[in-house]
């Protein structure tokens, strides 16, 4: 069974700290990918990763950066949350030549 | 002008009836399109994919593609209260590195 696994359901941090949010595949898949959903915005990309190491900005990358150190894992990491980042966080996986992308349960974060 | 464009409902139909959600895009060059469902508080999780225009069936549902027109729909036949979500249509908007663009879904609501 396939899986994309999300380091935390729910996270509550305060304004200014440094946020680190973990998300690990079992597909051995090459693209991974970190959304931010909100009411009324929909899935909005925030980063993907199309390899190990490598990382392209997608549509909102402000207040954001990754890391992509081996296949299986991405991390996004808000160098210092702000109110405006609470949101519900999506990471997905998806495989070379695969045409479904695979979701975690997601994380909703709020920034106090 | 939005890359993808639903209307966000919500969208009321009988239990039994057909229910039809639309999209359109904005990329002529667009080559994948993809129907998610998402249950309120879980994942996306993919139900049709379509590359070609015409039809394609898979149970209950049926995707449609249009490029000279640039929309996609689904239709879902005898609709069912557990049919009840949010339907995201997304296009994997051409030239980028299996880049998946999201609209921002149009709420269903079967009423038995």
């Known amino acids: 069974d396939v899986k994309v696994t999300q380091s935390s359901r729910y996270l509550v941090k305060r304004t200014g700290e440094k946020v680190f949010l973990e998300c690990v595949q079992d597909m051995d898949h090459e693209n991974m990918f970190w959304y931010r959903q909100d009411p009324g915005l929909g899935l909005r990309l925030i980063y993907f990763s199309y390899d190990v190491k490598m990382k392209e900005k997608g549509d909102i990358p402000e207040g954001y950066s990754v890391s992509r150190e081996k296949k299986e894992r991405f991390s996004l990491i808000l160098e210092s949350a702000s109110t405006n980042q609470t949101s519900m966080y999506l990471c997905a996986s998806r495989g070379r030549v695969s045409t479904e992308a695979f979701f975690g349960q997601g994380t909703r974060l709020t920034v106090v | ?112």
């Open chain 2, 1 to 112: 002008q939005k890359e993808v464009e639903q209307n966000s409902g919500p969208l009321s139909v009988p239990e039994g009836a057909i229910a039809s959600l639309n999209c359109t895009y904005s990329d002529r060059g667009s080559q994948s399109f993809f129907w998610y469902r998402q249950y309120s508080g879980k994942s996306p999780e993919l139900i049709m994919s379509i590359y070609s225009n015409g039809d394609k069936e898979d149970g209950r549902f049926t995707a449609q593609l249009n490029k000279a027109s640039q929309y996609v729909s689904l239709l879902i036949r005898d609709s069912q209260p557990s049919d009840s979500a949010t339907y995201l249509c997304a296009v994997n908007i051409n030239g980028g590195y299996q880049k998946v663009t999201f609209g921002t879904g149009t709420k269903l609501q079967v009423i038995p």
